[in-house]
């Protein structure tokens, strides 16, 4: 047996059996939308950059964008900037309003604004 | 809540926007020399560059076990590049 | 009911590995009756710990199929997956031998939050008054009934990713505190849990209030904290 108690070696982890629960799908929710959001940040960045080479600059990238892979992929990152922030606003209603039990209900509400507001883009883009 | 209200206000434009397509010109139109669109996306850069690298800084603690130095030194360096990136993209959109 | 169930138990220390047994099944079977079967008739060396066995102690907190559980009030045919069961020492905790592990850094932890009572008043002095429908009272009281099981310390993610991290617990009760009217340690609490390793570590993940068998919420008190220790700072009091 280890003779030493107390480094964090000699403990069990939890595996994803602990984690089925809502609460814990809206952390992950949230921290994978924000790591997509900061890896795509600079990129969009950049993009509306190009704009400072005039406007055939910006229409060139937006030539580029125009095609179906891409267009999903901004539908995609609008729905994760909408659920990042229904999420964020839920945290802020858990750190600052008055609550109890295990607010199940909110989460759900959380995940419906976001839906919403990517069908929203989504029919803009179709329409 | 700040930030919150930023990306509201940002997300009903680029819906409105988006709708029948989009060009340069457009977009173009709208934003160059307008001083209310270089106010609100200049602040909206300033305040993702506060709030992004604290988020992804946290990330590097908990799942790759970066020090809180290592961390803190990688998150400035981050708002750095956002800032720098963001305000020159409201720069091109707006001059 | 004739079938034998199936249990893997955890034998040795962290890195030691399921020990597999067959135990009749009988109606009303908690988990605690299992392992008690287990070490009377099957394996004499095991070792685990209990006491009241009526789910007023803590002290049967082991992990069942995966989720931190009081063991004597865990039913086998709540969470048996067919016909087999498998229990295992907290998460989070050293492990001193099979499903015993050391609770020494749980309440350590609960000391740095500084989550003991001082107050100012001797016997000599009146009663405290204290209004029971106040709302720093009905905060403290909603947190109190806290026995110190480690369930949510074994369930919180964030005591795994951060190893000072306080844990759930001990801010649940530094929050009772804090909520105390009579307690005089009040800002050295407040620093105590608003570091890095204290209430901003929490992420929300709720796994704490989700798994408390006393169904206290530490999320709300964390919440709590950090509500408080934001403003104070802000003011410059801390």
């Given at each position: 047996m280890s003779g030493s108690l107390s480094t964090t070696a000699s403990r069990?982890?939890?595996?994803?059996?602990?984690?089925?629960?809502?609460?814990?799908?809206?952390?992950?929710?949230?921290?994978?939308?924000?790591?997509?959001?900061?890896?795509?940040?600079?990129?969009?960045?950049?993009?509306?950059?190009?704009?400072?080479?005039?406007?055939?600059?910006?229409?060139?990238?937006?030539?580029?964008?125009?095609?179906?892979?891409?267009?999903?992929g901004e539908w995609g990152l609008v729905v994760l900037l909408a659920i990042h922030l229904t999420g964020g606003l839920r945290l802020l209603a858990i750190e600052f309003l008055p609550w109890s039990g295990l607010r199940k209900s909110w989460i759900a509400a959380t995940v419906a604004l976001g839906i919403a507001g990517g069908l929203a883009f989504a029919l803009a883009l179709i329409g | 809540?700040?930030?919150?209200?930023?990306?509201?206000?940002?997300?009903?434009?680029?819906?409105?926007?988006?709708?029948?397509?989009?060009?340069?010109?457009?977009?173009?139109?709208?934003?160059?020399?307008?001083?209310?669109?270089?106010?609100?996306?200049g602040a909206f850069v300033i305040a993702c560059a506060v709030h992004v690298p604290l988020g992804l800084a946290r990330i590097a603690e908990e799942w790759l076990g970066w020090s809180g130095r290592c961390s803190?030194?990688?998150?400035?360096?981050?708002?750095?590049?956002?800032?720098?990136?963001?305000?020159?993209?409201?720069?091109?959109?707006?001059? | 009911?004739?079938?034998?169930?199936?249990?893997?138990?955890?034998?040795?220390?962290?890195?030691?590995?399921?020990?597999?047994?067959?135990?009749?099944?009988?109606?009303?079977?908690?988990?605690?009756?299992?392992?008690?079967?287990?070490?009377?008739?099957?394996?004499?060396?095991?070792?685990?710990?209990?006491?009241?066995?009526?789910?007023?102690?803590?002290?049967?907190?082991?992990?069942?199929?995966?989720?931190?559980?009081?063991?004597?009030?865990?039913?086998?045919?709540?969470?048996?997956?067919?016909?087999?069961?498998?229990?295992?020492?907290?998460?989070?905790?050293?492990?001193?031998?099979?499903?015993?592990?050391?609770?020494?850094?749980?309440?350590?932890?609960w000391a740095r939050a500084k989550g003991s009572f001082r107050g100012s008043k001797t016997r000599h002095d009146e009663f405290a008054r204290v209004e029971p429908g106040s709302l720093e009272r009905m905060a403290a009281n909603a947190g109190i009934e806290c026995i110190g099981c480690g369930v949510c310390y074994a369930s919180c993610d964030l005591v795994s990713w951060r190893p000072d991290y306080l844990g759930p617990a001990a801010l649940n009760r530094a929050w009772t505190l804090v909520n105390d009217i009579r307690d005089t340690?009040?800002?050295?609490?407040?620093?105590?849990?608003?570091?890095?390793?204290?209430?901003?570590?929490?992420?929300?993940?709720?796994?704490?209030?989700?798994?408390?068998?006393?169904?206290?919420?530490?999320?709300?008190?964390?919440s709590g904290l950090k509500r408080l220790a934001a403003r104070r700072a802000m003011r410059g009091e801390l």
């Open positions: 069990r982890r939890n595996d994803f059996r602990a984690r089925r629960h809502a609460s814990w799908w809206a952390f992950l929710v949230h921290r994978m939308s924000g790591i997509a959001l900061a890896a795509f940040l600079p990129v969009h960045f950049w993009a509306l950059g190009e704009a400072l080479r005039g406007e055939g600059g910006l229409d060139g990238f937006l030539h580029f964008a125009d095609r179906p892979l891409f267009k999903f | 809540m700040v930030l919150a209200q930023f990306v509201l206000v940002h997300l009903a434009t680029i819906i409105y926007a988006v709708r029948g397509g989009l060009s340069g010109g457009e977009i173009l139109a709208r934003t160059q020399g307008s001083w209310a669109i270089a106010a609100f996306y803190n030194a990688a998150a400035a360096a981050c708002a750095l590049v956002i800032a720098l990136l963001g305000l020159r993209a409201v720069y091109a959109v707006v001059a | 009911m004739n079938r034998n169930l199936k249990v893997k138990v955890w034998r040795g220390g962290a890195d030691g590995d399921f020990s597999k047994y067959e135990v009749p099944r009988q109606a009303s079977q908690t988990v605690l009756d299992v392992i008690t079967y287990i070490q009377r008739r099957l394996e004499p060396s095991l070792s685990y710990r209990f006491s009241c066995r009526v789910g007023v102690c803590g002290s049967c907190a082991m992990t069942v199929n995966g989720i931190a559980r009081w063991t004597c009030r865990t039913h086998v045919a709540k969470v048996v997956e067919g016909d087999t069961l498998e229990v295992a020492p907290l998460s989070n905790l050293p492990v001193i031998k099979d499903l015993a592990t050391d609770m020494a850094e749980f309440f350590d932890k340690g009040q800002i050295e609490r407040l620093r105590a849990v608003a570091g890095d390793a204290g209430c901003h570590a929490c992420h929300t993940q709720g796994s704490c209030s989700e798994r408390c068998p006393k169904a206290i919420e530490p999320t709300a008190g964390i």
